[in-house]
């Protein structure tokens, strides 16, 4: 079984101040998501990233995939009440019919005005 | 677009019960997927299809059903349900391998 450590589990900031949150696995892995999800719906994707070493910019947000395509790291620069969310990475193995995404068990995080 | 459509929201089960949960999607995705979310365990999936008439086990299939008889639908069927599995049911779909899923906004499942 393939795991998905994420950290930190819980994150409660002020605004204005930034984080980064951080995915990490023993696996290799084909591709790496991040998603966003609020209470009572279903996860939002932000981002795939593929290529070791890739940097992906969404606005505020910056996505890392690691060198050897076993960890990501998702910064948030001057948070806003608006992020508050629990953001999950999922890694995803694909070989033929043979195909896994394996969700982290998310970080849950608070921007207070 | 609709994007993934699941029905119902919610259900009340009692213990033995068979039901079905609906999923549809008119993005003409190949790759659908069921996940249960459970609080202090995340995300796990159920069971998973790359295409139509094929489907996989995923890490928690015990006690669920799918088939993929078309493109667009991909049910969840559950045989004899058992509180265990009350929990919230997530399908979701994707046009292939390293594209991110579109989730659907989820089924609210309780047998009691």
């Known amino acids: 079984t393939q795991l998905l450590e994420q950290s930190p589990q819980f994150l409660s900031i002020q605004e204005g101040e930034n984080l980064t949150v951080y995915c990490n696995s023993s696996s290799v892995f084909s591709s790496l998501q991040w998603y966003r999800q609020e209470p009572g719906e279903g996860p939002v994707l932000l981002v795939t990233v593929v290529t070791g070493g890739e940097v992906k910019k969404l606005k505020r947000l910056t996505f890392q995939f690691g060198d050897a395509r076993k960890d990501s790291s998702l910064h948030i620069t001057a948070a806003q009440p608006g992020d508050t969310g629990l953001y999950l990475c999922a890694g995803e193995t694909s070989g033929g019919s043979n195909y896994k995404l394996t969700f982290g068990k998310g970080t849950l995080l608070t921007v207070n005005p | 677009n609709a994007g993934v459509t699941q029905t119902p929201k919610f259900q009340v089960l009692k213990t033995g019960q068979s039901m079905t949960l609906q999923c549809a999607q008119d993005?003409?995705?190949?790759?659908m997927s069921w996940y249960r979310q459970d609080p202090g365990m995340g995300l796990r999936l159920i069971h998973y299809?790359?295409?139509?008439?094929?489907?996989d086990q995923g890490e928690v299939p015990n006690g669920y059903n799918v088939s993929r008889s078309t493109t667009e639908d991909f049910p969840l069927r559950l045989l004899s349900a058992a509180p265990s599995q009350t929990s919230v049911y997530f399908c979701?779909?994707?046009?292939?391998?390293?594209?991110?899923?579109?989730f659907g906004s989820g089924t609210r499942l309780t047998v009691v």
């Open positions: 299809s790359v295409g139509a008439g094929i489907t």
């Open positions: 993005m003409n995705h190949e790759y």
């Open positions: 979701a779909s994707k046009r292939a391998a390293n594209y991110g899923y579109t």
